[in-house]
């Protein structure tokens, strides 16, 4: 007898037997699979070949099947129960029992103001998913994205230009003011033109890009800053700044880091503050997996919330 091998036979000859054995009409059937008349005709030769059997004989009206095929009804069905459940199925996934990690690319802006609100609403709904957090650094941002070594990126990212990738916008910050050791400066509790310029600044420029925003805003205006050190991180600032009395923009987002702090004080800038908008990226391979578009739909919702609150 011979047997039906996948590596050789119409798997789709399943899904017209599967029909065929429900329906036991030929036409039923076709109608059901959007199959006209003479290719549910030739499908049904291709399965009596496949088989060695006739598979369905007519008996009155209907499609009776023979002795063959209620022998492979049962595995049939569970063949194709099994790929719908697990290889097609769209259903809701089941996120409070997984322990997935998912890593995200920010900033320590980010991971400042926004991934305490992450992670709270993550546990929220999905106790068992755990959170990872790499820097951004764009060349490797985009082969991160590209080889799913990070799962989303959230922030400032004017440079990504590839086109596997999709972007969404989350929200726009509030914009950048100062914080000072200066004690004159933070005696008379205000910033002119004039003090800010002539004040001894240390710049942050992180391996994000928000600080370019308000360094090509000044330059636009012809307003420069003597920048007497460079450091990598804001949080830097929470020591630096005391000890030295130097001044320093921080975005506004970051102000609860710094408000009450001994010797620092912050104050608005003498300029009109540009803002940022800040996006979170994901590439398309990610675009329709389920888990990643509850992630995506996590963040956005909570970031846009934080907004609105």
Not at 56 to 65: A, D, G, H, I, T
Not at 194 to 216: D, M, N, P, Y
Request: aromatic residues 6%; contains cysteine; proline residues 5%.
């Amino acid at each position: 007898m011979n047997k039906m091998h996948p590596t050789d036979k119409d798997l789709n000859l399943l899904i017209i037997f599967e029909a065929l054995m429900e329906t036991r009409s030929v036409s039923k059937a076709g109608e059901r699979l959007n199959l006209s008349q003479p290719s549910m005709s030739h499908a049904l030769s291709k399965m009596r070949r496949a088989f060695d059997d006739p598979m369905f004989v007519r008996v009155k009206n209907e499609m009776q099947p023979t002795l063959k095929a209620l022998e492979v009804a049962e595995p049939v069905r569970q063949a194709l129960s099994l790929a719908r459940r697990q290889i097609f199925s769209r259903a809701a996934l089941d996120l409070r029992t997984s322990s997935r990690q998912f890593t995200i690319c920010m900033t320590d802006v980010g991971e400042t103001c926004y991934m305490p609100m992450v992670i709270n609403a993550v546990r929220n709904h999905a106790p068992g998913v755990r959170l990872r957090t790499v820097s951004p650094i764009v060349e490797k941002l985009e082969e991160g994205l590209e080889s799913g070594g990070v799962d989303l990126a959230i922030g400032y990212f004017p440079d990504i230009t590839n086109g596997g990738v999709f972007q969404q916008r989350l929200l726009r910050n509030s914009g950048f003011l100062c914080i000072t050791g200066d004690k004159d400066i933070a005696a008379r509790g205000e910033l002119d033109l004039v003090s800010f310029q002539t004040a001894l600044h240390i710049a942050v420029r992180t391996e994000g890009r928000s600080q370019e925003v308000i360094e090509k805003a000044m330059a636009a205006m012809g307003i420069h800053r003597n920048v007497v050190a460079t450091i990598p991180h804001y949080l830097g600032l929470l020591t630096i700044i005391p000890q030295t009395g130097l001044t320093a923009i921080v975005p506004m987002d970051l102000i609860s880091a710094f408000e009450g702090k001994e010797g620092i004080t912050a104050l608005p800038l003498p300029f009109a503050s540009p803002s940022v908008e800040v996006i979170q990226i994901w590439h398309k391979r990610n675009h329709e997996d389920l888990s990643h578009r509850w992630l995506r739909t996590l963040v956005r919702d909570t970031l846009q919330r934080r907004v609105i609150g």
